[in-house]
């Protein structure tokens, strides 16, 4: 069964610490993974995308990672400031159909502390 | 920032009321999809559509109905709100990204919070 399984389920954090989010996946056949950040009552933005071939991205202070062998990825953050307090939402998609279907994890809940 | 717009934002009725949420984009995609999502849950897919007059239904058994008359245009119907259709509804469209559909990038709207009473 294709899955996303994100951890932790929420983090705290203070401003200006650095963290970082799992995310693992059994997801066949692996076409990309993004990581996308959700405002609270807004909708996902996304962050970054990686294909296969690529093992990590940066966007500003996100990094995120992949190992396709074991099917994880990760999302690092750098120097948090209060506008991170988000859900961040890791989604991969199938190679499957023509529709590319995409498989939502249930998000991590960030909040950073001033 | 994406184009693509969502009304109305907040909505609450009452049981038995037909009702439509509309969702637009700008950005001239083929792709356009509603997703369900509950606080603290995934997304569900609900309805996609392919292009005008290109209508599918998602994963999520859902009792809405949605049109694609115009390229830029996605509506979603429910003939008659039931308590259990209280949730957030997201439109997104997708293009792809640099010519490659493993690529392709979904743009979501701000989401409609609705309430059935």
């Known amino acids: 069964k294709n899955q996303v399984e994100q951890s932790p389920q929420s983090l705290i954090i203070l401003e200006g610490k650095n963290c970082t989010l799992q995310c693992n996946y059994t997801v066949s056949p692996f076409s990309n993974l993004r990581w996308y950040k959700q405002d609270t009552g807004r909708g996902p933005v996304s962050l970054t995308i990686?294909?296969?071939?690529?093992n990590t991205k940066s966007n500003g202070r996100y990094t995120a990672t992949l190992d396709a062998d074991t099917k994880q990825s990760s999302l690092h953050i750098t120097a948090s400031q209060l506008s991170d307090s988000a859900s961040y939402i890791c989604v991969v998609s199938d190679r499957g159909s023509t529709l590319g279907r995409l498989y939502f994890g249930r998000g991590t809940q960030l909040t950073v502390w001033p | 920032e994406a184009d693509i717009y969502q009304t109305p934002r907040y909505l609450v009725i009452g049981t038995g009321k037909k009702i439509t949420l509309e969702c637009s984009q700008t950005?001239?995609?083929?792709?356009m999809y509603w997703y369900q999502q509950d606080p603290g849950m995934e997304l569900h897919l609900i309805h996609y559509s392919y292009g005008v007059n290109s209508t599918e239904k998602g994963d999520l058994s859902s009792e809405s109905t949605v049109s694609r008359i115009r390229t830029e245009h996605f509506p979603l119907t429910l003939e008659s709100a039931r308590p259990s259709h209280t949730s957030q509804y997201l439109c997104?469209?997708?293009?792809?990204?640099?010519?490659?559909?493993?690529?392709?990038?979904?743009?979501f709207g701000p989401g409609t919070r609705l309430l059935v009473l």
């Open positions: 997104a469209s997708s293009d792809k990204d640099g010519g490659a559909q493993s690529r392709e990038t979904q743009y």
């Open positions: 950005m001239g995609h083929d792709k």
């Open positions: 990686m294909t296969f071939s690529e």
